[in-house]
T-cell receptor, first 114, second 117 residues
């Protein structure tokens, strides 16, 4: 079946502009995560959604970052007034309830803020 | 707070030899899960192996095995018979217990493995 998809694959934006990143999880996966990965570094947790529960936003670095999810489907990560330090790959992952809860990752969106 | 530590930024191994990538973790939760993921230069994240905190035996998946030492809070990845295609970044990760409401997963800083021909 289809995996996790993300769009766009690459985004170049000017400092101060807003950007919107999209994630389509695997159908039936109840949990969805967003991570940030700066060049050569590990994954930094941003936010996760689980079913209809309130999202865990504890990893969002500032109030410029927000995310939404429609039910158990598409999620959008929005970064307002982008800064150069926001340049990174943004990874989305989803997982199904039960079992090992391994995460299935999308290909990521590479964001470059100029 | 939960924490994952990978102390080896880079590792070299000769093709066909075994290599161990270190991972230590810290949690006060008795129920947790440990994962290893591989990230080749293409950037995709590939799930390799999982160990539950209550699992009695070490997990194995083909050439991958997880050396789980619960008392020492370590979860080292062992790759046997290394191949050139194993050259990649490897991340150790830990998730909270879902029954406590936690799905959150944290990742270590990673270890870059270089396999030499």
């Amino acid at each position: 079946g289809a995996g996790v998809s993300q769009s766009p694959s690459n985004k170049v934006t000017e400092k101060g502009k807003d950007v919107e990143l999209r994630c389509d999880p695997i159908s039936g996966h109840t949990a969805l995560y967003w991570y940030r990965q700066r060049l050569g570094q590990g994954l930094e947790f941003l936010i996760y959604f689980q079913g209809n529960s309130a999202p865990d936003k504890s990893g969002l670095p500032s109030d410029r970052f927000s995310a939404e999810r429609t039910g158990e489907s598409v999620s959008t990560l929005t970064i307002q007034r982008t800064q150069q330090e926001d340049s990174a790959v943004y990874l989305c992952a989803s997982t199904v309830w039960g079992g090992t809860y391994e995460q299935y990752f999308g290909p990521g969106t590479r964001l470059t803020v100029t | 707070a939960q924490k994952i530590t990978q102390t080896q930024p880079g590792m070299f191994v000769q093709e066909k030899e075994a290599v161990t990538l270190d991972c230590t973790y810290d949690t006060s939760d008795p129920s947790y899960g440990l994962f290893w993921y591989k990230q080749p230069s293409s950037g995709e994240m590939i799930f390799l192996i999982y160990q539950g905190s209550y699992d009695q035996q070490n997990a194995t998946e083909g050439r991958y095995s997880l050396n789980f030492q619960k008392a020492r809070k370590s979860a080292n990845l062992v790759i046997s018979a290394s191949q050139l295609g194993d050259s990649a970044m490897y991340f150790c990760a830990m998730r909270e217990a879902p029954n406590t409401g936690g799905f959150k997963t944290i990742f270590g800083a990673g270890t870059r493995l270089f396999v030499k021909a």
